[in-house]
């Protein structure tokens, strides 16, 4: 008798645990949206923000900018920062359980590059507020004149935007992973793992150009379109598709 009821009471169990818990399609959806929160925010931080504010080669134009419209300047680049590197965090999480079924190695190689750059952008925040301390109007900053305290504010906004390539620098690595990781996946299509792979080349050539040719300022477009591709075809894959969920938990049990 009590053999018959422990099974019944385990399976119970089980389909409570298997309810409860995350399926791999809400798993993507949630990756769709956190890829469109990060690209939205990234938007603001990265393009609207720097042309809204920064006058390439004009420092004192460039500090009344930020000093007539600082709340923009908070709200705008940090705020739309933060929620940039809030979201990379989960997102990775994320990304990694997708595709562990694929190959446990290489998502973590995958996830802790990806959390290496937003590691970097995070420090690399510190930049922005040194400007906002630089235009702070504080005692201590007396020895300064303006024209060298708005110098020092183009300064450190130029070391954010290195700050920034470097840390693009250790995505590339992801790229690539996550590129063969989707492509190797019979869960996600394989066009997809081959947009990642092509972006991976635009990335790294574009970061490493930036950080190392000092002609080298802006990037062209046939690097820039198929790294946009590849950005917004799998958002859309995960909002739209989703993932092959029995293709998924098939190469789960197999790896398990």
Same mark, same amino acid.
């Given at each position: ?8 009471? #385990? ?19 949630? +990756? ?40 923009? #300047?908070?709200?705008? +680049? ?63 900053? +007396?020895? #300064? ?62 970061? #490493? ?20 591709? +590849? ?26």
């Amino acid at each position: 008798m009590t053999s018959v009821i422990r099974p019944n009471r #385990f399976t119970e169990e089980q389909l409570i645990n298997r309810n409860t818990e995350a399926s791999p399609l809400r798993y993507a959806r949630s +990756a769709g949206i956190l890829y469109l929160l990060i690209t939205v925010a990234a938007i603001v931080a990265h393009f609207y923000i720097p042309s809204t504010f920064i006058v390439p080669g004009d420092a004192t134009a460039t500090a009344n900018n930020i000093m007539a419209s600082e709340p923009l #300047f908070r709200v705008g +680049a940090v705020g739309s920062e933060l929620v940039v590197l809030l979201s990379e965090i989960v997102l990775t999480v994320i990304l990694y359980v997708l595709l562990r079924p694929v190959s446990k190695t290489l998502s973590i190689v995958a996830a802790v590059s990806r959390l290496a750059m937003t590691t970097i952008h995070g420090i690399n925040l510190l930049n922005y507020f040194f400007v906002l301390k630089l235009l702070s109007g504080a005692d201590y900053l +007396a020895v #300064f004149g303006s024209e060298q305290l708005h110098a020092l504010v183009l300064l450190f906004l130029d070391a954010h935007s290195y700050g920034f390539t470097i840390g693009i620098a250790f995505l590339v690595l992801h790229v690539f992973v996550l590129g063969f990781l989707i492509y190797k996946s019979d869960y996600f299509p394989k066009f997809l793992g081959v947009l990642f792979i092509i972006a991976g080349f635009g990335y790294l050539i574009d970061s #490493f150009a930036l950080l190392l040719s000092s002609g080298y300022e802006t990037t062209p477009v046939f690097i820039a379109i198929p790294i946009a591709v +590849a950005e917004i075809a799998f958002p859309l894959w995960l909002l739209i598709k989703g993932v092959n969920v029995q293709r998924w938990e098939k190469r789960a049990l197999e790896t398990a």
